[in-house]
């Protein structure tokens, strides 16, 4: 089932960067250069630009590679002995959210015993990278060497040495960090805006409940 890429340029800046997002055709905005993707619920976001959006309404694929849904891998057209991982399609955002998919901060209670206190709610659905930062279910934290955090959408996930891009667990990252490396073969890295992951979410502190 082809993608369906319509572009909607908005004049935004982050890191230093103009960024563009991918309109879907009903309204729901992806990131730039990836493929906005039919499913169930109406349409996800596939972080492959120009992607192969699986019938199992899904997963999505690279161009150039086909899926195979029983296997849940993507395998490369003329040559079917190559194949990767298939991608998870995210569900596309309302118009008003970040263009990177940015994760909001979840505030954290303080309570009198424990300054790190993490709702049980929290603590099910997000992977803690330190006492401060978050990172979703089913992604696994990578630091950049300035200090911050990263959420890899791999999960377990090989973090690269610039702490922006990532791999899947078993595959080693190139030195151009464009692809991922297995086997003496090269595969392409999710693409989300010059990353394969985004920035971790600082955990906020509320006030005191005596307040």
């Not at 993608?3 to 982050?14: E, K, P, Q, R, V």
């Not at 999505?60 to 993507?74: D, E, F, I, R, V």
């Not at 929290?122 to 060497?145: A, Q, W």
Request: charged share 15%.
């Amino acid at each position: 089932m082809p993608g369906i890429t319509l572009w909607l340029c908005a004049g935004a800046f982050l890191w230093g960067s103009a960024l563009c997002d991918i309109k879907c055709p009903d309204g729901t905005p992806c990131a730039d250069l990836s493929t906005c993707c039919q499913t169930a619920q109406g349409y996800g976001c596939c972080p492959y630009p120009k992607a192969v959006c699986c019938a199992d309404h899904s997963h999505c694929c690279p161009s150039g590679y086909s899926c195979n849904l029983a296997a849940q891998t993507c395998v490369k057209q003329s040559q079917p002995w190559i194949s990767i991982p298939m991608a998870k399609k995210v569900t596309a955002e309302a118009p008003s959210s970040p263009a990177l998919s940015l994760i909001p901060s979840e505030e954290v209670k303080n309570n009198d015993n424990n300054n790190n206190y993490v709702p049980d709610q929290i603590k099910s659905t997000v992977v803690h990278c330190d006492n401060y930062y978050v990172c979703p279910d089913g992604t696994t934290c990578c630091r950049h060497p300035a200090g911050a955090w990263f959420c890899c959408i791999y999960s377990p996930g090989r973090c690269c040495l610039d702490g922006y891009h990532c791999c899947p667990y078993g595959y080693d990252c190139d030195f151009t960090y464009t692809h991922c490396i297995r086997g003496g073969l090269r595969y392409p890295f999710y693409y989300k805006p010059a990353l394969s992951s985004v920035p971790a979410s600082q955990l906020s502190r509320k006030q005191n409940r005596g307040r």
